[in-house]
């Protein structure tokens, strides 16, 4: 079986202005789209992780390919593993964490389990999973690397872009990056002045322009 370890990298400097937005605001600026399943959240909270995918699939209970991907991967990559959303293995812990972190390594997004999620913490790897599981995996099957993968119902590419948070993980198509951060800065922007408004005294349904929509609906609001 051949596999390729070469990407296409979006430019370094597009990637970290994207990482100044949340995942929701990226989500909410490219039209709702990109959301990974809201069942793979960091181990830790304040984790968070911004870096081109580098795809790996693997089988379930099985880490051979993520392994073969570490080896290749390059600093700032984010390893993005496809393993069939298995919930009952712990692919992933903190030996191989601390493989990842040697190699500059962003961080771990995952469809299937992780363990060790205490010393992950310590070691403030970012890692995104399905699940923790503490029972193991084998190294037996190979597998596609760097070619388009199913997670958390989105296709992820080699080279498009993942940004992970406390609130989940969304991915921006790496032909699609600049535009998602300029629509990004100003959804920023209009909600800045949404809170402004508000603390200035207005309501919501002022501010939110929501009064003809409710009459049209048909709702009668007594005091």
């Not at 601390?98 to 469809?111: E, M, S, W």
């Not at 363990?115 to 193991?136: A, H, M, N, Y």
Request: glycine content about 10%.
């Amino acid at each position: 079986m051949r596999v390729t370890t070469k990407i296409d990298r979006p430019d370094p400097e597009l990637v970290e202005q994207l990482s100044r937005y949340s995942s929701a605001t990226i989500h909410e600026a490219q039209g709702r789209l990109g959301a990974l399943s809201s069942r793979i959240k960091p181990v830790d909270r304040d984790m968070s992780l911004c870096g081109p995918a580098f795809t790996v699939s693997c089988a379930p209970r099985d880490n051979l390919m993520l392994q073969v991907a570490i080896a290749h991967a390059r600093p700032g990559d984010v390893l993005v593993v496809s393993a069939g959303d298995y919930t009952e293995a712990g692919q992933f812990g903190d030996v191989l964490a601390n493989a990842c972190q040697a190699k500059g390594i962003a961080g771990l997004v995952t469809d299937t389990g992780v363990r060790d999620t205490q010393e992950l913490r310590k070691l403030g790897l970012p890692v995104f999973s399905r699940s923790v599981s503490i029972k193991g995996t084998v190294k037996e099957t190979l597998g596609p690397l760097n070619e388009p993968v199913l997670i958390g119902g989105e296709i992820v590419r080699p080279g498009d872009v993942v940004r992970g948070d406390a609130d989940g993980v969304v991915v921006v198509r790496r032909e699609d990056l600049a535009e998602a951060i300029r629509k990004s800065g100003e959804r920023e922007a209009a909600e800045a002045a949404y809170i402004a408004d508000y603390r200035a005294g207005k309501s919501v349904i002022e501010v939110s322009g929501l009064a003809a929509k409710l009459e049209a609906k048909g709702l009668v609001i007594e005091d």
